[in-house]
């Protein structure tokens, strides 16, 4: 008799119907003898529609109370699964993340996960309760409460499974695993039957919002089993994310991503002096803004541009601290682009493969789709499009790696 956390996502939670099918998967751990923890996200979309209410009231962002507003959806779920539960006959209890508490920085909007009490989960455990977790939020150490960032649910569960040295965690979704690409776009995606922590979380990272990155982080840290698979699917085996062996120098390709909610930034006459590029990206950095892709002109002359890309939601704030340290950086001007997409694809040993680049720049071209940047590591190469080409270019790459040539 163990732990077992099961997470259930937005759309598998989304009508009364398809809480009946979530209780189905925590009876049959139950029926095992299996404690459960179950951590479940906001119905449907109601997040989106949280934020779009935020928005109606001000097109500004009040960090605080943006988290106080969108962490309400959560609650509702909790509420209405231990409900059914209980009607059942189960003893199930509903706990808010302020209640446990899962304590967290004071990261508004993307707080991350200091420590868990599990005094609370234990005690109702060892008295025959199934668990029920509201995700994605916790409390800071002066009660305010948080929220982990889009998708953060994943995260509450692995780090819960991490906390109460649970067996496995089993995030059900609306997906029967992790593939090749998202299956909304290609539909001749392959299924991943095993991937490692590392491989994952590029994917992950890279856009495939199939699982929440940090909760692959999470996993690999205290090396828990994640199993991915469909809440609606019964027999459905899915994808375990694990510390699996790869050997160094086999070429995998494991997938095709994309992010569509990319912004560029472009310092223009940036004066050309040693330690003018660590200002800029200091001054970034001391601002919590994760820059991505970052390329740089020989810096021949008097002055250099630098391009960078950030996080749309990070772009308004990024251009306010620009505009305001323009004289200080001694910038000529600061430009932007929105409405651009980064299509990456991710395997061990591509760095060592030089025919992978030309491969996906072959795809790109023969589609007519024009590269903005280009950025490669040890396992990935990322390219920004346009918003546009987005979906034929991961299309057109995945048939490049995963139908056409022999990778
Ligand atoms: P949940 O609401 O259960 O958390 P999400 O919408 O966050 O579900 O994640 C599941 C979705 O991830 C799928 O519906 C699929 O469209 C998308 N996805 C993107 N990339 C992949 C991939 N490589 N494999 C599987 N699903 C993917
Ligand atoms: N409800 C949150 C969101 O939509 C968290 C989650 O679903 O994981 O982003
Ligand atoms: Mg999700």
Same mark, same amino acid.
């Given at each position: 008799m163990g732990i077992i956390v099961q997470k259930f996502g937005g759309s598998s939670v989304a009508t009364l119907e398809k809480l009946e099918k979530v209780s189905e998967h925590i009876i049959e751990e139950i029926n095992k003898k299996n404690q459960v923890v179950v951590v479940v996200s906001a119905q449907g979309k109601t997040t989106d529609r949280l934020i779009a209410e935020e928005k109606e009231v001000t097109k500004k962002v009040y960090p605080r109370e943006h988290d106080v507003l969108v962490s309400v959806g959560e609650q509702i779920t909790i509420a209405k699964l231990a409900m059914l539960l209980k009607s059942k006959n189960y003893n199930a209890v509903s706990l808010c993340g302020w209640q446990i508490p899962i304590l967290t920085d004071? #990261? @508004?909007?993307n707080s991350r996960i200091? @420590? !868990? *009490? #599990?005094e609370t989960i234990n005690e109702y455990l060892r008295t025959g309760n199934i668990v029920i977790v509201a995700g994605f939020q916790g409390i800071d150490e002066n009660g305010n409460i948080t929220t982990f960032g889009r998708g953060g649910s994943d995260t509450t569960a692995v780090a819960l499974a991490a906390s109460l040295d649970a067996e496995r965690c089993d995030i059900f979704t609306d997906v029967d695993g992790v593939y090749s690409a998202d299956p909304r776009i290609v539909d001749t995606v392959k299924k991943i039957k095993t991937i490692s922590y590392e491989e994952m979380l590029e994917l992950s990272s890279m856009g495939?919002?199939?699982? *929440? #990155?940090r909760c692959v982080e999470i996993g690999k840290k205290y090396n828990i089993p994640i199993y991915v698979k469909s809440t609606f699917e019964r027999k459905s085996l899915g994808t375990l994310v694990t510390n699996k062996e790869s050997f160094l120098e086999d070429l995998t390709i494991n997938g095709v991503t994309k992010d569509d909610y990319i912004s560029r930034i472009t310092i223009v006459g940036? %004066? #050309?002096? !040693? $330690?003018k590029t660590y200002q800029l990206f200091k001054l970034l950095s001391e601002n919590s803004i994760n820059v991505d892709i970052i390329v740089q002109s020989? $810096? %021949? *002359? !008097?002055t250099k541009d630098i391009a960078f890309t950030v996080k749309m939601n990070d772009l308004a704030r990024t251009l306010e601290i620009l505009e305001e340290n323009k004289e200080k950086l001694s910038a000529k001007e600061i430009l932007h682009s929105e409405n651009l997409s980064k299509v990456s694809i991710i395997g061990v040993g591509i760095a060592n493969k030089p025919g992978v680049a030309a491969s996906m720049f072959e795809a790109l071209y023969e589609n007519n789709i024009n590269m903005h940047m280009v950025t490669t590591s040890e396992i990935k190469i990322s390219v920004l499009v346009d918003v546009n080409d987005s979906d034929l270019a991961v299309k057109a790459i995945h048939q490049k790696f995963f139908e056409t040539e022999n990778y």
């Open positions: 004071s #990261n @508004y909007t200091r @420590y !868990i *009490h #599990n495939a919002k199939v699982l *929440h #990155n940036l %004066e #050309n002096k !040693i $330690g020989f $810096g %021949e *002359h !008097i």
